[in-house]
């Protein structure tokens, strides 16, 4: 086989393959299609190569001691040393002419004897059991395992429903000790406060004296613990995870745009789970954005259209809506909350009513250095490329608060922001007709004389785009309530009330419409948007002062480093 | 104490001489500090040939060249270089570097200058394990009394090369025997062995730098290499064996005891030397070099081909007692530490009160020993205590071979060992002691009482 530029041969069951000096070989037989199965090895985190469930047979190439020279077979083939026992496969890196084999019945022995190990003292309950159905420990019993027992003593007995940490629950007797937890918080969380007591089978995973697991990572030790040990406090035992449906999605929370999987069952979300994504959040997501589906079903959620404050349909609500912007002295408030198509939507409304300011209210937060930035806004570099702002918004609307007193702004569109929290007055906003388009109560809607309910995240589709200027989408995993109206429809159908003219409601066809403007979006498609996202050029906004510090996989710009 | 003739006392040569005391003083009276004058002036180079020519093998139990495994150190790192004395002499039936440490502590600490000097260590330390306190204030108090006479710390005799060296204590584990979780637990973390590759101590070893982990009678004989010179050293003994060896003999011989040997074969040391079996017993079987080693059978014949192509055939004292000659009887000289079981032992017995203590000293973190320690500790004790299954022999023969080779650390091996060879040579012995102690009503009294006490 020829060997490409920086790659080097190995072998793998007889075949070769071309790969990266030092990828791992759990990796290397991935391309191939064959899983070296394995509890500790994680790809985001250092080898501990303490499961040994991934052994394999290991050879070189043999070379003669006496002469150096390559050893050969009699039909001319290098002769493969075989080292006489396994060795692992996540610790073995890929080297010029390195062998293995993941299926000869040495490994396959290998793998039946650790299954049998840990199975030894593993309560054998999966029917009650959370993990039943995503657990590794049991995928792994039924496919490498012997299928029956040869252990007739006494297990051991640990804790039971131990707490960690706010979040956190741990079940002692089902922990595999592979350690992936504790390098997890040591190597990314920085938060080292899990360890093991005890020696041998009696080893038992437990916080530190006088600490817990609280930090705001601490939800991704349970994606990452292959077995039932450690259970979210929130999910456990709320649903069996064979009846959810995923969906992919964003986390709202920030610009970084952790990629997230939501898993919903007839019309409920149950929980919210990082997605893979090794250009943004590699395998993981703050424990803050998984909580952000409670907002979905919270009590104070608008549920239904009014008019000055009188329960009507979302059709009136959107016709009274557009009424009042017909009338010449109108402000909008967007968001950085909004999607890439509803930030185009409400700039076409803007355009065409000759709005007197258009405003977006900054969100700024403590940077973590790892997944959450100082912008806690997910879209404000939408808003930039959709043309809706100019300029970085202000964490207050001081400037619309002038023209509200100076009678230059008689209405105002806000979608999604709190008028009161953004810096007005009450007696500002008392002065001027209200137009809200939001999800959940607060003093602008309560103020509101028009009020449109539209719809969180989960109960809609669309893109956003981060501090990388990464395009990405999200998906409906839910349906809003019943009173409540799609936001870009909403928009779509103000415009194309205000304009006379049709405007595109829906997400794919409004893309049609952006993708064909010769923009930085050019060629991209809702439907075709991979979901790994896409980057744009961003290179328009250079100048820009963005505030993102340094977080996983994003390095600021100097001269916004200079400024903070 | 009278010394046995046929011992060849080097490193302990005056460690039981009446009169002899740990202080600086004496062992200066003794020529001590004498090869550390001499080392500071040599080359290091030299100093390192002289231990490799010297054929010197590893005292701690797996018997690798010393001069060997310090050229493997990682020179072009640039960073600093650490020696590791090891004195966390765990292994069961060994006693010999406490008599060291006890009885001639300034001889250690000559031995680790100099190795440090000829290796260009910046630091060196001295891992004590738990169970020696008074060790540990031995060599403290030596290491203040060498540091006073600028024998340790800066500027060593005005050679320009300093090297301090710091006592650290175990907690009581095992597995700080083993050099990487050695040096986990000499960082103050858990004693988890690492994974080699690539922690290998040599490249990456103490706080990530290149480490020398040296067995604390290893050290010793590096002084009296020099002194003799590697050539007379290498007389010593068989070639590939040079040197003496401290033997530690418990159990059933009637001089129980250490006694440092060279160039005798087995039976010399357990007969001659101990005085064999106590009167009215017979020798049944002898763990030769720490209990996870593979036992030797009393009325067994080794036979075979060594190195030169010349055949063998020895009984078991007839065994050469040197690394070549265990092993080629097929178990290993391990750290030293000789068990005589005499024929009031019950084997089964004895492996149930071996594997108590590897289960409770495995460090839990491979799968293999982890869970198969302490299952063999739960079969074994059960048949102790009288509920033998009749495929309790298969099940154990079988567990033991699915540890072997299988972990990150040895200690897979020395769970394993004893359980394959003690099955191997005792396994009638295993069905009959099942058969009997599986019958209701019959006196298990005798077997619960020498059972494991937990």
Known sequence: MEEKENLITVNIDGQDLQVPPGMNMVEAAAILGKEIPHYCYHPKLTIAGNCRMCLVELGMPGRDRATGEPMVNKDGTPKIMWMPGPAIGCGTKAAPGLHIKTDSPKALESREAVTEFLLINHPLDCPICDQAGECTLQEFSSSHGRGYSRFIEQKNVKPKRTRLGPRVTLDDERCVLCSRCIRFCDEVAGDSVLGFTDRGSYSTLTCFPGKELANNYSLNTVDICPVGALTSTDFRFKMRVWFLKETNSIDFETSVGVNTVVSAREGTIYRVKPRRNDQVNDTWMPDSGRELYKQVESDDRLIQCTIDSLATSAVDAIAKASECLQGGGVAIVGSGQCSVEEQFALKAISDGIGAKGVYLVARYGKDDGILMSVDRNPNVRGALMAGLVNDLPDEQLGELGAKIDSGEVTTVFSVKEDLIAGGLTEDQVGKVKIIYLGTHENTTSSLADVLIAGLTQFEKSGTVINQQFRLQKFSRVVPGPGGAIEDLYALATIQANLSGESFPSTVGSLWKQIGTEGSVFEGISFQSLSDQGELLDGSAFEHFSFREGKSLHFEPKKEALAIE | ?454
């Open chain 2, 1 to 454: 104490m009278s010394v046995h003739p046929k011992e060849q006392r080097i490193i302990l040569k005056y460690a039981d001489e009446p009169g002899y005391t740990p202080d600086i003083d004496c062992y200066m009276k003794n020529g001590g500090y004498e090869m550390l004058k001499k080392a500071v002036g040599m080359e290091k180079q030299a100093i390192c040939d002289e231990v490799k020519n010297s054929q010197l093998r590893g005292r701690g139990g797996a018997g690798f060249p010393a001069g060997v495994k310090w050229s493997f150190v990682d020179r072009k790192s640039g960073k600093p270089v650490y020696m590791v004395c090891n004195c966390d002499e765990s292994e069961p039936g060994t006693f010999k570097d406490r008599q060291i440490v006890h009885k001639d502590p300034h001889q250690l600490i000559e031995g680790i200058i100099i190795s440090s000097f000829a290796t260009d260590c910046a630091k060196a330390f001295i891992y004590i394990r738990e169970e020696m306190p008074k060790g540990a204030e031995i060599l403290n108090q030596a290491i203040k009394e060498a540091k006073e006479k600028n024998f340790v710390g800066d500027d060593i005799l005005g050679s320009g090369y300093s090297c301090d060296i710091v006592v650290h204590r175990g907690a009581a584990a095992y597995i700080c025997g083993e050099e990487t979780g050695l040096i986990e637990s000499l960082e103050g973390k858990r004693a988890n062995p690492r994974i080699k590759p690539p922690y290998f101590p040599a490249v990456l070893g103490l706080y990530m730098c290149p480490t020398i982990v040296n067995n604390v009678e290893t050290l010793c004989n590096v002084l009296h290499i020099l002194r003799m010179g590697a050539d007379e050293f290498a007389k010593i003994g068989r070639p590939n064996n040079t040197g003496t060896r401290i033997w530690c003999v418990s159990g059933g011989v009637k001089r129980p005891g250490y006694y440092e040997v060279a160039g005798i074969t087995l039976g010399e040391l357990v007969y001659d030397i101990c005085g064999g079996p106590k009167d009215g017993r017979t020798i049944k079987a002898i763990i030769p070099g720490g209990s996870s080693m593979k036992i030797l059978k009393s009325g067994e014949r080794f036979t075979g081909k060594d190195r030169d192509g010349n055949g063998y055939d020895w009984g078991i004292e007839d065994i050469p007692l040197d690394y070549d000659g265990i092993a080629a009887a097929g178990s290993m000289s391990g750290s030293g530490g000789m068990m005589v079981l005499d024929d009031s032992v019950e084997i089964p017995v004895a492996l149930a009160n071996l594997m108590a203590f590897y289960s409770h000293e495995s460090c839990g973190q491979c799968t293999p020993c982890r869970e198969g320690s302490l299952w063999l500790k739960k079969i074994t004790t059960r048949m102790v205590h009288g509920q033998a299954r009749p495929d309790d022999v298969d099940l154990m023969k079988s567990v033991a071979d699915q540890i072997e080779g299988r972990t990150i650390c040895a200690f897979g091996f020395a769970v394993a060992w004893p359980v394959q060879s003690y099955l191997a040579k005792f396994e009638d012995e295993f069905r009959e002691f099942a058969e009997r102690h599986s019958r209701m009503g019959g006196d298990r009294t005798a077997a619960k009482e020498l059972a494991c006490n937990h």
